[in-house]
């Protein structure tokens, strides 16, 4: 087990995950997760960590934290770009739906639109 409070952890995985160090990032998150199933911050930041790998649990990492908390518009913007960069661009169009519906002037929502199409 990773030494250190889940916010030190947690703290530490978005370090690792800055410098480039995927597997550290996704270990220390992990080991959160593991006292707290139901952080969203946690998967959210999980889920950006898989996407600079193109990891598999990609999107379903980021669709559990808009789960966890489906208000949080920086979780659905990022959930957004990965449906458009995983081709999804249908649910990438209805996330920044979303995102718009809780923000009606939000720039990144609009620009995101504008590429998809």
Same mark, same amino acid.
């Given at each position: 087990?990773?030494?250190?409070? +889940?916010?030190?952890? *947690?703290?530490?995985?978005?370090?690792?995950?800055?410098?480039?160090?995927? =597997?550290?990032?996704? +270990?220390?998150?992990?080991?959160?997760? &593991?006292?707290?199933?139901? /952080? &969203?911050?946690?998967?959210?930041? #999980?889920? #950006?960590? *898989?996407? *600079?790998?193109?990891? =598999?649990? +990609?999107?379903?990492? #980021?669709?559990?934290?808009?789960?966890?908390?489906? /208000? +949080?518009?920086?979780?659905? $913007?990022?959930?957004?770009?990965?449906?458009?960069?995983?081709?999804?661009?249908?649910?990438?169009?209805?996330?920044? =739906?979303?995102?718009?519906? #809780?923000?009606? *002037? /939000? =720039?990144? &929502? $609009?620009?995101?639109?504008?590429? $998809?199409?």
């Amino acid at each position: 087990m990773a030494e250190g409070s +889940t916010e030190e952890r *947690f703290a530490k995985g978005v370090q690792h995950k800055i410098n480039g160090e995927y =597997d550290e990032a996704e +270990t220390l998150f992990k080991s959160v997760l &593991a006292e707290q199933p139901n /952080n &969203a911050d946690v998967y959210h930041e #999980l889920g #950006l960590t *898989f996407s *600079f790998r193109v990891h =598999d649990d +990609t999107l379903p990492t #980021l669709e559990q934290a808009v789960r966890l908390q489906p /208000n +949080t518009i920086r979780y659905l $913007i990022s959930l957004g770009k990965t449906y458009a960069m995983y081709g999804e661009d249908e649910k990438a169009k209805a996330t920044f =739906d979303r995102v718009l519906e #809780l923000d009606p *002037f /939000n =720039d990144e &929502a $609009i620009n995101n639109l504008s590429y $998809i199409g």
